[in-house]
C-alpha cells in the first residue's frame, strides 16, 4: 500500500470552488488535484493499491480532510477539472470526525493533518516526510530494504507551494518521522508523488 498525506495550507473548506478559478479563490486547489492524478492515474488505469488524503486549511472552515481510496475510485478522470467537481461535491457535504463517503472512493471529514499522521504510526506504516534535504530515498528504500519494509505500507508526507510550518516540522521530528529527500532541486508535490511511485514501481516490478 502507498499513501501520501498533503497540507493543503489554503485550499478551500466549503463547497463554494469556483472551476475556473482553482489556483486563486480555491486557495491552490490545482495543486491538489494534479496531486490526486500524480498519485493514482496510469495509462488507462488507476492505481488500487494507492490512497491519497489532502487535509484544507483555507477558507471558511478549516480543516477539513478528503480521502481518495484507488481501490474504490469511479469515474474519476485524470484532468484537474474532473477531480475538481468531485472534490467541490465532497467539500459541499457536512462534515464530523468520522470518514464518510461522498462519491465512490472519495470520503471527508472534520480531521486534522497531526491526526491522520499519528493513525498511520499507530498501525505501523512506514511514515517518511518529503524534504528538500532529507536523506537521499535511495539510502533509506532500495533493493536491500524494500522487501523487508513493504508489507507494513508507505505513507510519504508532502507540502504544498508553502510547505509545512515549523510546529508541523518540529510535529513530525518529535515522532521520528525520517526525512527523504528525492532530488537536489525543489519539486512541486505532484512530481514528488511521480518519482516516489516510480522508484517503489522499480523496486517492486524489479525492473
Ligand atoms: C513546492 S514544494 C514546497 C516549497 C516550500 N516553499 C517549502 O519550503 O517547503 C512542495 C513539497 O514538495 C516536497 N518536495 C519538494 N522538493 C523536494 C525534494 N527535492 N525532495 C523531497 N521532497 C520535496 C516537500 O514535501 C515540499 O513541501
Not at 179 to 194: R, T, V, Y
Request: glycine fraction near 6%; proline fraction near 4%; hydrophobic fraction near 35%.
Amino acid at each position: 500500500m502507498r499513501e501520501f498525506i498533503l497540507k493543503a495550507n489554503k485550499a478551500i473548506t466549503s463547497g463554494n470552488v469556483n472551476l475556473k478559478d482553482l489556483p486563486g479563490s480555491c486557495g491552490r486547489l490545482d495543486l491538489v488535484c494534479r496531486c490526486i492524478s500524480s498519485a493514482f492515474f496510469l495509462s488507462h488505469d488507476i492505481r488500487r493499491d494507492t490512497v491519497f488524503y489532502s487535509v484544507h486549511y483555507g477558507e471558511p472552515n478549516p480543516p477539513v480532510a478528503l480521502k481518495f481510496v484507488g481501490s474504490e475510485l469511479k469515474r474519476l478522470s485524470p484532468d484537474e477539472r474532473s477531480i475538481a467537481i468531485f472534490i467541490k461535491k465532497a467539500l459541499s457535504k457536512e462534515h464530523n470526525s468520522k470518514w464518510r463517503e461522498s462519491t465512490p472512493g472519495i470520503y471527508h471529514a472534520k480531521k486534522d493533518f497531526r491526526e491522520i499522521v499519528l493513525e498511520k504510526i499507530e498501525k505501523g506504516r512506514n511514515v517518511y516526510f518529503l524534504h528538500l534535504r532529507g536523506k537521499p530515498i535511495k539510502d533509506v528504500i532500495n533493493s536491500r530494504t524494500y522487501n523487508e519494509i513493504k508489507d507494513r505500507g508507505f505513507v510519504f508526507i508532502l507540502g504544498d507551494h508553502i510547505g509545512l510550518t515549523e510546529e508541523d516540522e518540529r510535529f513530525l521530528n518529535d515522532l521520528k518521522i525520517e526525512k527523504l529527500s528525492l532530488s537536489p532541486l525543489e519539486l512541486h508535490a505532484n512530481q514528488c508523488i511521480d518519482i516516489v511511485h516510480n522508484i517503489l514501481d522499480k523496486l517492486e516490478y524489479r525492473r
